[in-house]
Every structure is written in C-alpha cells, then in structure tokens.
C-alpha cells in the first residue's frame, strides 16, 4: 500500500511538472552534494530549457559533514571530527539568502554503524532544527532523502556490525540509510516537502544486478558516479519538468557544451561560497573572492544560456586553432578526442573520422573542412583496433551524433595501422559508414606488425596482438578469421564505397597482402572499390601530390 501511496505522489507531481516560483537555491549536503555532478546537471538543465529564467543556484555541500552532529572515532585517521552542518548553517543562511534550500543528508550521520537509537535521534534532531531554521526565515526547504550505501564493491571492507574499526564499514549499512529515508518520507504527513533518491536508488541497483552482479553505482561504496547522480537529479528534473538524455545531457542541440560551461561555473562557485560562508573542514583549497567568483560564474552562465538561445551547434573546449579552424578537445569514454570545426557548416553536418596519424598530410582535411566538413580522431593510440578499440569508437560516434547533431554516416579515413581501427569498426556498424578513404592500410595484423608475409614486421607491435585481443598464443592470433580482409562482406551488403591509396613497393606493409585481398575478395562480393597506386613507391610518402580524387571521393559518398 505505501509503495502505491508514494506511485501516485510520483505520479501527481510529474504531472504537475513546474519551475519553482523561488529565485536564489541552495543546496546543503556531504561530499556528494559537494561534488555535484546531480546539481550541475539540474543546473544545464534548466538553462537549456528555461534560457530566460535567471535562478541562482548556490552549491554549499560540504565534503564529511553531518547532520546529526556526530563523528566517530578516527575520522580522518584522527585528524579532524567530522563537521557539523549547524556549526556554520546560520552563516549560510545569512549570507546566501536562499528562498529555495535543497538538503542531502544521512550518509554520514549513521557514522557507517549499525542502526542505533542514539545515532537516529541525534540524526532526526538534527533534521528538524535544519528544517525549522530554513523555514525560519521564509525559505521553503525541500528534503532529499540519502543515496545508497553500497558494500559490493568494496567487500574488503565491510565488517559485520560488532566489528567495525577506523576505515571499515557495517556490511548492512545501507539498512541504516533505508531506515533515515523512510522516516525522512514520512515527514510528508507533517508538511515536509521530500524527494526520495534512496528508493529508485535501490530499485535500479537490483534492476541492474539481474544481469550484472557487479553492477554499482559507486565505486568506493559510498560516492556515487556520473549514472548515481543522475539518478539522483531526476528527483528535481521531473518536478520541474526538467528533459536531459540518458546520459544526463540537457535535451538540446548545445547540451554538451552547456553541460560543460555549468560545470566551468560550479567549479568556480562551490570553493568560493564555501569560503565566504566559512567551515571547519581542513582540506578544501580557498576560492576566489566571492564577488569575483560570481562575476566569473555570470560570464560562464551567459555564454551557456546564449548557446541554449542559439540554433547552431556548438562544440564545447576549444583550445586553439588547426590550419586556420577552431580545434576542440572532447573527453569521450574516458579519452581524447579532437573535433576541427568548419567556419559554416554542410548540410547534414558530415564528418571525417580518422583512425590514426590525424594531421599528417592534411590537404584533403583542410580542403573537406572548407566544404563544411568537421574533422574528428579520438587518440586510443597502441589499441590497433581491437574489440576494445571499437567500443571505444561506438562511444564517441554515440556522443557525437546524439550530443552534437554530426551526421550518421561519418567518412573514414585510414592511413597505414589507422587501416584496422576504420576497417573494424565499420565491419561492426557497416550501416553508419558513408565511404572509406584508405592509404597504404593495414588490414591484416598477420601482414602488419605480424610480419608473416613479405613484410618487416613490428616486434613490439605484435607483442600487442595477443593481449589487445585476448588470444593465448601466436598460433591461435594466426589462425584468426577475423581480419578485414576476411570480412568484408557487411560493408559489401550496405554498398560502402572504397578508396585505397598505396605504393607498389610498400615493405612495411606490402599490398598484395592488404589493399590486393581487399580488392579481390571485395570485388567478388560485388562491393565498389577504386585504387590509386603509386609506382615505385614505399610505405612513405602517404597521400597524393595533388589531393583531388580523395577529396572529390569523400564530398561525393558522404551523407
């Protein structure tokens, strides 16, 4: 019956979605809240969304910090107790004047022991004198319940209840926070306002688990990552009819770019109010000057709702310029990746994505780039290709097509071992390739760094195969079936045109036993191959003296 109760609460608010009438926010809580992510993405959000409405949000969490006031022996490896939140609560009010308080608290306040009566009163006492003092001064205060406590990931150390010493945990402490979110939620029928996070916290863990036992959340057991807290911002999104993608990307052309200024802006803010408000906590690096972190952050917000007003797509991080074009650094999946933007955009916003070597003989880029092509490589270097690699590539086609509107068809372009990243990759999507544009590839490891064939070989780089792709000895990497030359045909049943540059003479990697298989077998599965070849010339130079058929190939396939 309760869960029935609180699904028709959900149910009722989601329906009544709105903006709170509240212009200056706050939001109180431990390191979570003090790390932010859920804040950042309710922040771009809302910007994204509502451009002309100018709220203030003001982060004020405090990494350890209770609510109960308590603090167990050793904190810190007996450095410092654990900070109290009223110890600075009426400076913060005081000096952030919010109409709006959002407060996170619980994780710390059990102290990581079993559920104890002394711990709960001291928690729930200190949640009522935060609640009167917040309502106290007009503001409207809105509770969330705590994230979970999850003991997977760190079995070594989680302790039975009797046994918990400084730095270990109570194995069932997550108990302790179901108990605080339950009685947190049944201050509703007191008037509170609550969200609960704790709930479907728990619920997509257990969901998650069906399929991974492994699955968390958090990794230390306690912090959650980007997935937590957007977990944790849905329970403000869908209140104010907030829309982000699964990724917590504001659902908006410009959501990567400004999700990347909020979090410019919050980085500046949260050291600047902690500062100015004042707390005990040793550790935390000072910030600016409140009044000059606020004239930054306003720079930063601007530019953000500018972007959420604009209709062109704007990439996020530009550090600087790449043969007269603006040159951004992503992180995608953990990794690099560079994004050269044209100055006026083609149609369908085409791409070239280079498996490796991005820069050298730049021509046909520098040209694509003046037909409204952008220029994309993401630097996995030493991964060859393997499965790992392409995984990596799904991600950031993923995030680029969905975050930034680039085409779903980008142009692959692979110079020698870049040959394996393009090739793998579109043998594993051949329905999201436009063309191929390939010089002097690779497209057999057993050709390159292998060296089985007429080729040199690379030592070091063959010593990768085995690891790269698993396989246990080099009699199992040899017997692979897996190459592109043997492969080929999903890229023949999507009718994926390919371009292949190379020099006859190649010995680094010979072409008969690449580009000549390629073409072969390609042509047998009535697949549209063209060859460029370069009499008399090695591995080196790549390219053309004169760049034209590459570029007229890549201008012609590209959708």
């Not at 167990?72 to 600075?88: N, Q, S, T, V, Y």
């Not at 102290?111 to 009566?117: D, E, N, S």
């Not at 403000?236 to 829309?243: E, F, H, R, S, T």
């Amino acid at each position: 019956m309760r869960h029935l109760i609180l699904s028709l609460l959900l149910t009722i608010t989601a329906a009544a979605a709105e903006l709170p009438k509240e212009q200056r926010i706050v939001f109180l809580g431990d390191s979570i809240t003090q790390g932010g992510g859920y804040i950042e993405f309710i922040d771009a959000a809302l910007i994204a969304q509502h451009p002309e409405v100018t709220k203030e949000i003001i982060p004020l969490g405090l990494s350890s910090e209770t609510v109960s006031g308590l603090s167990e022996d050793g904190h810190a490896g007996g450095k410092f107790p654990r900070p109290d939140l009223h110890e600075r609560l009426d400076r913060a009010l005081e000096k952030a004047k919010p109409e709006l308080v959002f407060a996170c608290y619980g994780m710390n306040d059990g102290i990581y022991l079993p559920l104890g009566a002394v711990r709960t009163k001291a928690f729930q006492d200190g949640m009522k004198k935060l609640h009167e003092k917040v309502a106290a001064t007009g503001a409207r205060i809105v509770h969330l319940t705590p994230p979970v406590f999850d003991p997977v990931p760190i079995k070594q150390r989680v302790v039975p209840g009797d046994q918990v010493k400084p730095g270990q945990f109570y194995q069932g402490y997550n108990e302790v926070l179901d108990f605080y979110s339950d009685w947190l939620l049944d201050m509703r029928q007191k008037g509170w306002e609550v969200l609960d996070i704790h709930g479907p916290m728990n619920a997509a863990i257990a969901e998650k688990r069906k399929t991974d036992p492994e699955f968390t959340f958090s990794k230390d057991g306690v912090h959650p990552g980007p997935e937590g807290h957007l977990l944790m911002a849905r329970a403000v999104l869908d209140v104010w009819g907030l829309k982000v993608k699964p990724d917590g990307t504001p659902d908006h052309p410009n959501g990567a770019a400004i999700l990347a200024l909020v979090k410019k802006k919050h980085a500046i803010l949260r050291p600047a109010w902690l500062s100015y408000v004042g707390h005990k906590r040793p550790g935390n690096p000072p910030g600016l000057p409140i009044e000059e972190a606020k004239a930054k952050a306003a720079e930063l917000d601007a530019e953000a709702r500018k972007l959420a007003s604009s209709k062109e797509i704007v990439f996020p991080n530009q550090t600087g310029e790449w043969n007269g074009y603006a040159k951004h650094e992503l992180t995608i999946a953990g990794k690099s990746v560079t994004v050269v933007v044209p100055k006026t955009v083609a149609a369908g916003r085409p791409w070239v994505w280079h498996g490796e070597f991005f820069g050298h003989k730049p021509a046909p880029d520098i040209a694509l780039l003046g037909k409204g092509f952008h220029i994309v490589y993401m630097k996995i270097n030493d991964m060859l290709g393997c499965p790992d690699a392409v995984k990596l590539w799904n991600q950031c086609y993923t995030e680029l097509t969905n975050n930034y509107g680039l085409s779903t068809k980008p142009s692959l372009v692979g110079l020698s071992r870049g040959g394996l990243y393009c090739y793998n990759w579109a043998i594993a999507n051949p329905d999201k390739v436009s063309c191929i544009y390939a010089d002097a590839p690779v497209c057999d490891f057993k050709s390159w760094p292998g060296g089985k064939g007429k080729g040199k070989g690379d030592a070091k780089n063959w010593a990768l195969v085995p690891k790269l792709w698993g396989f246990k000895d080099e009699a199992e990497a040899l017997a692979y079936k897996g190459n592109p030359v043997d492969n080929l045909a999903p890229l023949a049943k999507n009718h994926v045109p390919l371009l292949h540059v190379f020099g006859d003479a190649d010995d680094v990697v010979p072409w008969d036993e690449n580009t000549g298989l390629i073409e072969t077998r390609y042509k047998a599965l009535g697949g549209s191959i063209t060859l460029i070849r370069k009499p008399g010339v090695g591995h080196h130079p790549h390219g053309l003296e004169d760049s034209t058929p590459i570029i007229e190939f890549i201008a012609k396939n590209a959708r």
